[in-house]
């Protein structure tokens, strides 16, 4: 009991701590691909700093939704977090939601965000809502068809089940299905946390923006937790990946060892992992809007193929 | 021991009551609105003992039987409370009874045409008609009840008969319903001479006695007879015709619980008269489920009125029921008891969910619809400063409905999917990849319904108002909200409490399957839900609530420590710095589905059409004339060439018509002379 309940608090440092620092790395990498300085790697600490004691303007049209949606999309995305393995291969609160209880909770937190972002009434927020609904909404048959295929091979939905499934077999990533589902993830990865080829963070560019317009009317402390749960959420993704297909170094339990040894690994691979989200950002282009749905029928296409091969070498 | 029968026949007893005083007031011209809100109150009554009755014959597990005769052969007024009777009737007196409470308020705004005695006369006549369906235990009185629910409804429907609207609304309903009726006709005779009974217990099972062929020609029939009332795609253009033009609460009370007949039927026909059924029937009531589920919340999409949209959304639902109907058909097939238990629990949970969500979101846009007077949302926004609490209550029949936790949709979507998700491995073919296929388009639908509810909350209850009415609207009256509130919190109990709820399935899954499935999908002294076992996964949407609340403590540490003295002011939105924000510059209902329009062109081919006037130049238009409309499917490819064929047939048919009754009276008797040659054998 007591184990569990540091293991919980442990998570939540871990995660809160953790996400930005990911979110600061892909940014200094990128910048170091293509050769700019960029910001250093703590830069989103400091913007959440400043954003948490700046003062903020809540439009006069909005109502109270305007003012939930940043503590309900933290705390969704936060929640989510603690559903899955990352350190150990026990994800503290495992028990009470598997992998589809972690992408209802972030459709939960989406649901609210589009709704603040309707909330203002300004023709952005809507538009950006709009997007990124329709964007979650197709990216969603992949990301379960990926999901399935694991937890098929698991027999569990549940996650620490699972990882444990996949330690079971250290080279099992090497199996076509976990490849194929592997890939289709990885699309998805990119359009739910809106990089380029889907969305680019960095824009401001009216047209293009989908997440950004969506949150355009927060500012001060609301900005700051939405920008932390949307580092959270990619956090969460990626973790999904690294963990589900690559479960080397989970510890077994939540002893201090265990953490020495298993963290600085965590580590490691969600940074090779950003390595590849950044290579693939600077090597492409951003997509016209409607050529994301091609882009995410090949994922949903991917997911398939690998379903369609576990059947084939299971037997 | 619980009076369960005398609960039951006071329910009915209590609705025929207030069904003749409301007729008697109508004759009696006592038009004052107090007859409305004594006969609702009547039957709000009448529900809370029909509640009782069912809920007693469920915990307790006794059935009930009670028949009188007709003196006629093969009809017995026969009624029964077995567990699946008994859910149904649970079902339907919970969402009477809050609808009857809303209706309290609701009809005292001029709804009734100034006719509150005859409205109530069909409402009471209604819910005791339903309660009939649900429960009759012998196929000619179940027909009987069959078809004076779809009367009754019919009358409820056109209750505002001044509206060419809703006239043809409600002559579509009637009309579909007689189709599908024809074909309940063929399947039950079917199973009735194979079993030589008309009484539903000696049916059980009659599937089995009669050849492949004719059994399959019965399951069709009865599929299809069933599938017209629950709304199945294609048999569905009835529903967003009739839905929304009835008055709110009458679209709550069909949408919520009439449509459920028909899934009723199919329960009782998959799980009760059919022992066992081919793998295609339960591969076509799966594929029936996708595509209902898929197509339903993709026209509710590109929906703007309001009540249309929840109709739509009704079809939606229909098809997630039927997953779990056809995976369980198909699992007992395969011969897995246990993974047919969970998806019939999945089922018949959702049933359940679906009633009590889509009877809240009717009834929150019953208020609206009241409040501001338009069903079309363009017009509406900024309601949420006007209508608080129908906005929050609204805003919880939304959550639920898009399958978010921690509400009841989420639960008995996670069934859906668990159960899917053992298919896989429980069947032996390729086959097996239907069901993760299926997993995944419930996955997108759910995902298209949350998006769908983005915008109907989003459009209707956020920003500013769009118009007049929406910038002056009323909030709903006190009884019509407690209507909501009590759906509201049911919402939550079902989702919260959903352990304490799924051990009601056991009887009927005993039944159906002859395992008790619920004692091991509750684990951990009734904390976890679990698919089976807690190997295979579990869900607590009790504790993922306590843990959502308990991790509110990190934002609400970090504004204590840093943003505490943060400034808070309020001010007209940023806008991207464009000044003077109107609700003109305001997304609209059209414009937020757009990029689903796109997308998924090929099936609404949408068309456009852009008018611009100018004087000078092209550049400065002074008018634009918009039109953006996308072709109804299945109206136009299948039931016009449908109707012109049966126009064609009747125009032929119409050179034996001579209107002479000479001739009417020969038909009769060849037609008699006939029946009785070939259709009397012994």
Not at chain 1, 93 to 114: D, K, M, N, P
Not at chain 1, 120 to 146: H, K, Q
Not at chain 2, 116 to 144: E, K
Not at chain 2, 653 to 671: C, D, E, K, N, P
Request: charged share 10%.
């Amino acid at each position: 009991m007591m184990e569990q309940v540091l293991a919980i608090f442990f998570q939540v440092a871990l995660v809160l701590l953790l996400a930005p620092l990911v979110t600061g790395f892909n940014r200094a990498m990128k910048a170091r691909v293509q050769t700019r300085r960029g910001p250093g790697l703590l830069q989103p600490y400091r913007d959440l700093y400043k954003l948490l004691r700046k003062g903020m303007v809540i439009p006069d049209t909005s109502s109270w939704i305007f003012s939930a949606t940043p503590y309900v999309l933290f705390v969704t995305t936060l929640l989510a977090s603690l559903l899955i393995p990352t350190i150990s291969a026990h994800a503290p609160l495992s028990l009470f939601g598997g992998v589809l209880a972690v992408v209802y909770l972030l459709a939960l937190g989406r649901f609210f965000l589009a709704l603040g972002g309707l909330d203002a009434g300004s023709s952005f927020g809507g538009l950006g809502s709009s997007r990124e609904m329709t964007i979650a909404a197709i990216a969603e048959p992949a990301l379960m068809l990926a999901v399935f295929t694991v937890a098929i091979g698991a027999g569990s939905t549940n996650l620490s089940m699972v990882v444990q499934a996949a330690q079971g077999q250290s080279w099992r990533f090497l199996a076509p299905s976990q490849m194929l589902a592997f890939a289709a993830l990885f699309i998805v990865l990119i359009a739910e946390t809106g990089r380029i080829p889907v969305d680019n963070p960095a824009t401001h560019l009216e047209l293009t923006m989908i997440h950004e317009a969506m949150i355009l009317e927060y500012s001060g402390p609301y900005l700051a937790l939405i920008e932390w749960a949307s580092a959270i959420k990619q956090l969460v993704l990626m973790t999904l990946l690294v963990n589900i297909f690559f479960p080397f170094g989970l510890s077994a339990n939540w002893s201090s060892t265990a953490v020495l040894i298993s963290l600085p690994l965590y580590i490691l691979k969600l940074l090779l992992l950003s390595i590849v989200v950044v290579m693939v950002e600077v090597t492409n282009a951003k997509m016209r809007l409607f050529r994301v749905p091609e882009l995410l029928t090949i994922a949903f296409v991917l997911g398939a193929l690998a379903l369609i091969s576990t059947f084939i070498f299971q037997g | 021991m619980w009076p369960i029968r005398e609960l039951y026949l006071a329910g009915l007893l209590l609705y025929a009551l207030a069904a003749l005083t409301g007729l008697a007031a109508h004759l009696r011209k006592i038009r004052a609105t107090w007859v409305a809100t004594l006969l609702c109150c009547a039957a709000m009554v009448a529900a809370a003992f029909e509640f009782s009755a069912s809920a007693a014959s469920l915990l307790v597990g006794a059935e009930f039987n009670w028949s009188l005769p007709s003196g006629m052969p093969f009809l017995h007024y026969g009624v029964r409370l077995d567990p699946l009777s008994a859910f149904f009737n649970l079902s339907l007196s919970l969402l009477a009874a809050c609808v009857a409470l809303y209706s309290v308020g609701y009809l005292k705004r001029g709804v009734t045409r100034n006719r509150p005695g005859l409205f109530c006369f069909f409402f009471n006549l209604h819910l005791l008609f339903l309660t009939l369906v649900f429960t009759a235990s012998n196929t000619i009185f179940f027909f009987i009840a069959w078809e004076l629910v779809v009367v009754t409804a019919y009358f409820l429907v056109v209750t505002d008969h001044e509206s060419a609207e809703s006239r043809q609304g409600g002559m579509l309903y009637i009309l579909m319903s007689r189709g599908g009726t024809g074909l309940l006709f063929i399947g039950f005779l079917l199973l009735a001479s194979a079993a030589g009974s008309m009484e539903f217990q000696a049916m059980h099972g009659s599937g089995a006695k009669l050849t492949p062929a004719l059994g399959a020609a019965a399951f069709l029939s009865l599929f299809f007879g069933f599938g017209v009332k629950a709304g199945m795609i294609p048999l569905h253009i009835w529903l967003p015709a009739a839905h929304p033009v009835a008055p709110s609460n009458v679209s709550a009370l069909m949408s919520g619980i009439v449509i459920k007949t028909g899934i009723y039927g199919m329960a009782r026909v998959f799980f009760d008269f059919y022992g066992d059924l081919p793998v295609w029937a339960g591969l076509l009531v799966l594929l029936a489920g996708v595509v209902s589920a898929l197509l339903g919340v993709l026209y509710a999409l590109m929906e703007h009125d309001l009540k249309r949209l929840l109709a739509y959304h009704s079809i939606e639902n229909i098809g997630i029921i039927l997953m779990g109907f056809g995976s369980a058909v198909l699992f007992r097939s395969f011969g897995h008891p246990q993974l047919a238990a969970l998806a019939l629990v999945a089922g018949l949970f959702h049933t359940l969910n679906h009633g009590v969500f889509k009877c809240l979101l009717f009834l929150g846009a019953g208020s609206v619809v009241q409040g501001t007077g338009t069903r079309n949302m363009e017009q509406m926004g900024g309601l949420i400063r006007r209508m608080p609490w129908t906005a929050l209550f609204f805003l919880v029949g939304a959550i639920a409905i898009s399958g978010l936790p921690p509400f009841n949709g989420f639960v008995s979507e996670w069934f859906t999917y668990q159960s899917l998700l053992a298919g896989f491995g429980a069947t032996p073919t390729l086959a097996r990849i239907v069901f993760p296929i299926a997993g995944a388009m419930l996955a997108l639908t759910a995902a298209l319904a949350a998006t769908c509810f983005v915008k109907a909350f989003g459009i209707t209850f956020l920003a500013l108002p769009r118009c007049n009415s929406a910038e002056h609207a009323t909030e709903a009256r006190f009884s019509m909200q407690a209507g909501m509130a009590t759906l509201a919190v049911a919402c939550a109990v079902l989702g919260l409490g959903a352990t304490w709820f799924v051990p009601i399935f056991a009887p009927i899954t005993q039944n159906a399957f002859g395992v008790q499935i619920t004692p091991q999908l509750v684990s951990a002294n009734g904390l976890l839900l679990t698919a089976g076992s807690v190997q295979n996964g579990s869900v607590s949407p009790l504790m993922l609530a306590v843990a959502l609340v308990a991790l509110g403590i990190v934002p609400l540490a970090l504004w204590f420590l840093l943003g505490r003295k943060s400034t808070r002011v309020t001010g007209p939105s940023w806008d991207c710095g464009l000044p003077g924000l109107t609700a003109a510059n305001e997304y609209t209902a059209t414009a937020f589905s757009k990029p689903l329009r796109m997308i998924f062109g090929a099936l609404f081919r949408p068309r456009r059409e852009i008018q611009a006037q100018y004087d000078v130049s092209p550049y400065y238009p002074k008018a634009i004339h918009f039109e953006s409309e996308i072709v109804p499917t299945f109206e136009t490819h299948f039931y016009q060439p449908l109707l012109a064929g049966i126009q064609m047939l009747a125009a032929r048919m119409r050179r034996i018509q001579t209107g002479s009754i000479h001739a009417y009276l020969a038909y009769i008797f060849v037609t008699l002379i006939l029946l009785l040659l070939f259709g009397v054998r012994e």
